[in-house]
């Protein structure tokens, strides 16, 4: 049995669904089970949705409509006008039309999860339907019914007993009799809210599922070659790992490599199952696996540039020294606000910390650790991540640059630039 994740890129417009017809056709003899993320952009208009919804700004209705006739123009291009798809389409969008009607009540978080998943309720529903009207048999499956979260909304913890025990009782008949669809990125409460797995979380959907399920591998169909030693966006030269171990992937996605979600190794280390990356235009290529003892030989540093980054430093009021009860109440107000760090030094009179902008997470806690602390802080930053670095790519990398924020260790070189 198989699992195939297809990310918003791969599905951005009607070509991008007919070439995952074609993708899938080359696997009919296998169970498959295919986890979709939202069309191209749509999670970052949704975003944007919700948030002129919670400050009820003028431009809700304009950003809705693009969301929905982006979606009908594909739509349109891949089905005859009678078919049953647009009903279908209209009728998810149904789902917040009533929610964007009344004034906001509830908490932020909540109502971006209810608001952002539409995205993937959509998307599922048009690949399911196209991969039908091609004649492969398949069908779609409400994703929240499975993987159970707690209610932290736009980070839902996944409760794995209870996962695993609706996904074997549900899924493996249901792959007997057909390729199965369904949404990355969701998972829902016990009192059926939707929540959402974190930004880009629809691989974790796919480790979550083939972790349960004990699949034979992973495969995450990407607009790259496989993985790449870095962001052949942003650098030129980039070579391509033919494999790597679960470690070092790990490490990648711990610095920020968004190449697969953070979360998404764990689940198939413990299960040994194989995650593959693989590009969707030239499927029989090899792509990258990642697996237990995956080749450690590394022939070009390994660069991860993340961008949008606050750097906040932190100074007690009194000009006293920065102590360890200091450090555990800053702690809490990060976890409380939950704005996860990306790289931290202390020195004596202060606490520093690099984390990415979120706009939302970032007010809550420059309002929290104001009270007791003088915070100053840049943003717009990048971080600079390279491992198994040498002395002479350091230097290429930081040339004309200012460094704010420097760490290195053995394999590890870590800083932070304007
Ligand atoms: N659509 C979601 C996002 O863009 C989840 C994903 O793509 O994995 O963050
Ligand atoms: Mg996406």
Known sequence: MLVFKFGGASVKDAAGIINLGKVVENYTDDQLLIVVSAMGKTTNALEKLTKAYFNQTEDVHDIYEEIKQYHYHILSEVFDSNAAIFDEVANTFVEIDWMLEDEPQDDYDFIYDQIVSVGELVSTRIVNAYLNKIGLKSQWLDVRGYIHTDNTYREGVVQWAKTKESIMKGIPALLEKSIVITQGFLGGTSENFTTTLGREGSDYTASILASCLGAESVTTWKDVPGILNADPKLFKDTIKFDELPYSEAIEMTYYGASVIHPKTIKPLQNAKIPLLVKPFNDPTAP?????????????????ILKQNQVLLSLSAKDYAFISETHLSEIFNLFA????????MQTSALSFTACFDEDEERFKKLLQAV????????????????TRHYTPESLKKLTEGKVTLLEQISRNTAQMVIR
């Not at 990642?290 to 080749?295: A, Q």
């Not at 409380?336 to 790289?343: D, E, Y």
């Not at 104001?370 to 991540?385: D, G, P, R, V």
């Open 287 to 303: 792509g990258t696996v990642i697996k237990e003892n995956g080749h450690d030989h590394y022939a070009k540093p390994i660069i």
């Open 336 to 343: 409380q606000s939950h704005v996860k760090i990306n790289m």
């Open 370 to 385: 104001s009270e007791n602390f003088k915070a100053k802080y840049n943003n717009n930053l990048s971080l600079l991540t």
